[in-house]
C-alpha cells in the first residue's frame, strides 16, 4: 500500500508478556516515528529514527521499551514486562528528511491492551 | 506538565458556520505549529501549519492564526462541514537546522461535530 502500515491493529496481552508492533513507513521515507496515544490524551512523542539509527529516543519511557530499524526501513517497538498502564495505542509515523512543513504520515495505530 | 494545551474537549457547530478551535502553548522553544485532524480508528492526518514568523495562514477553508505573545493558537474552519467532523489536535515543534524535526508536542484534543 502506499502509506504507512501497522501490525497488528490490535493486541491483547497479559501483563509480564512481551510485544512486538510493527511498522512499515511510506517507501523512500527517511524518518521514521514511534507515539503512543493514551485514552482521551493526544499522541505523545516516543523515539525519532533516522535512517537506522535512532536519533533521539527521549520520549521512551523507560528501559522496557526498545526500538529498531535494522534495514532503515520497516521498525519495530519491543516492550518487555508488559504492565496495564502500557495499554494504548502506539502510532508509527514517517516524513521525508528535511520536509520542514512538520508533516508526518501516522498510520492507523496497533491497540495494546495489557489485561 | 503539559506544555500544549487545548481547553476544549469538544465543540458543536451548525453546517456552514465557523468552527473555532482554540490552542495555547507554554514552551517559549516552539516555533513551528500545526493542526492534525483524526477520523475513529484512523491515524492522524496533517491539517495546516504556521511557522513562528507568521501570523496567518490560509488554505482553503481553513485559517490558521498565530499570536506569539499571548502563546495562543486557533484554528478556524469556515464554513463548517459535517465531514468536517472530527478529532482536532494541536501540535507544536522546536525547529532544528532549518527543518521541521517531526518531534511533534501534542495538545489533548478537541472534537468537533459539524450538525446537518
Known amino acids: 500500500g502506499a502509506g504507512v502500515s501497522q501490525t497488528p491493529s490490535n493486541k491483547v496481552t497479559e501483563k509480564g508478556k512481551y510485544v512486538e508492533l510493527r511498522c512499515d513507513p511510506i517507501?523512500?521515507?527517511?524518518?521514521l516515528y514511534w507515539y503512543r496515544q493514551s485514552l482521551g490524551q493526544g499522541p505523545e512523542f516516543l523515539i525519532y529514527?533516522?535512517?537506522?539509527?535512532?536519533?533521539?529516543d527521549s520520549g521512551l519511557p523507560n528501559d522496557r521499551f526498545f526500538a529498531v530499524r535494522p534495514e532503515g526501513s520497516v521498525s519495530t517497538l519491543k516492550i518487555q514486562r508488559t504492565e496495564r498502564g502500557d495499554s494504548a495505542v502506539y502510532l508509527c509515523?514517517?516524513?521525508?528528511?528535511?520536509?520542514?512543513?512538520?508533516?508526518?504520515?501516522f498510520g492507523e495505530g496497533s491497540r495494546l491492551t495489557v489485561l | 506538565d503539559q506544555q500544549v494545551k487545548q481547553n476544549s474537549p469538544s465543540l458543536s457547530v451548525q453546517e456552514g458556520r465557523i468552527s473555532i478551535l482554540n490552542c495555547d502553548y507554554t514552551?517559549?522553544?516552539?516555533?513551528?505549529f500545526l493542526w492534525y485532524k483524526k477520523y475513529p480508528a484512523e491515524g492522524p492526518t496533517f491539517l495546516i501549519s504556521i511557522s513562528s514568523i507568521k501570523d496567518k495562514n490560509e488554505d482553503g477553508r481553513f485559517t490558521v492564526f498565530l499570536n506569539k505573545s499571548a502563546k495562543h493558537l486557533s484554528l478556524h474552519i469556515v464554513p463548517s462541514q459535517p465531514g468536517d467532523s472530527a478529532v482536532y489536535f494541536c501540535a507544536a515543534s522546536a525547529l532544528r537546522g532549518g527543518t521541521s524535526y517531526g518531534k511533534l508536542t501534542f495538545g489533548q484534543g478537541t472534537i468537533l461535530t459539524v450538525h446537518p
Open positions: 514552551n517559549s522553544m516552539f516555533d513551528y
Open positions: 529514527f533516522q535512517g537506522t539509527g535512532a536519533a533521539d
Open positions: 509515523a514517517s516524513s521525508l528528511l528535511g520536509v520542514n512543513t512538520g508533516e508526518l504520515f
Open positions: 517507501s523512500g521515507h527517511t524518518a
